[in-house]
């Protein structure tokens, strides 16, 4: 079975500061990775997403997430970060055969970005 | 713009009472999700649904049952609600696809007392 961990609960960083969330997936086949943000109070929205291809991914606010199969990490980035980037950041897994249809969560990373 | 739809933000509750949980979505997906989310444990599955009228367990289904009779609408229950089914719960839904990404609504918030 597939799992996905994320390996800080929480990251405190200063405003315009580079940061770096961790994702560590387990699986012995190839995956899709998924990194989505959680607003307070809000459901869950897609930051970028790694299919195929090429291994660095680009997504909305200025993030990006590198695909490591090696290391089967897919850590998410960004190099100057704002006082509105402060939520809580899931990885998340998809495995084909697509017998389990839903994605599989990491625990979150909650991203406080302080002035 | 794609929408799943949940019918409260802020639930309060009664030890016993029968709950529902609703959302609906206008994307036409085929398949619908029920998470549950609490601190330090991320988003956790307690059922889901790949067609009308089908549905599968999920990781965590003890206490909870669900229903989807339209394609757009799936509901959650709590048959008889427990103080440790205070949590956030998040409804999503998703292509079939291992390639597609989910969609999700805004959250309930259900408070058990």
């Known amino acids: 079975a597939q799992s996905v961990t994320q390996l800080d609960s929480q990251v405190p960083v200063f405003e315009e500061a580079p940061v770096e969330l961790r994702c560590n997936y387990s699986s012995s086949v190839s995956v899709y990775l998924f990194w989505y943000v959680q607003y307070p109070n809000q459901g869950l929205q897609l930051l970028l997403k790694y299919l195929s291809g090429s291994t660095l991914v680009k997504g909305i606010n200025g993030f990006e997430a590198e695909f490591n199969k090696s290391q089967t990490s897919f850590h998410l980035r960004k190099p100057s970060v704002h006082i509105s980037d402060t939520a809580e950041y899931f990885c998340?897994?998809?495995?084909?055969?697509?017998?389990?249809?839903?994605?599989?969560f990491g625990s979150g990373t909650r991203l406080q970005v302080q002035p | 713009d794609v929408k799943v739809t949940q019918s409260s933000r802020y639930l309060v509750k009664r030890t016993g009472e029968k709950v529902f949980l609703e959302c609906v979505q206008d994307?036409?997906?085929?398949?619908m999700f029920w998470y549950r989310q609490d601190p330090g444990l991320g988003l956790r599955l307690i059922y889901f649904?790949?067609?009308?009228?089908?549905?599968e367990k999920g990781d965590i289904p003890e206490g909870y049952s669900v229903s989807r009779e339209k394609k757009e609408r799936f509901s959650l229950i709590l048959e008889s609600a427990s103080t440790n089914q205070t949590s956030m719960y998040l409804c999503?839904?998703?292509?079939?696809?291992?390639?597609?990404?989910?969609?999700f609504g805004q959250g309930t918030r259900l408070t058990v007392v």
């Open positions: 994307m036409d997906h085929e398949n």
């Open positions: 999503a839904s998703r292509l079939t696809g291992v390639n597609t990404e989910a969609f």
């Open positions: 998340a897994v998809s495995v084909p055969p697509a017998g389990r249809r839903a994605l599989t």
């Open positions: 649904s790949y067609d009308v009228k089908m549905k």
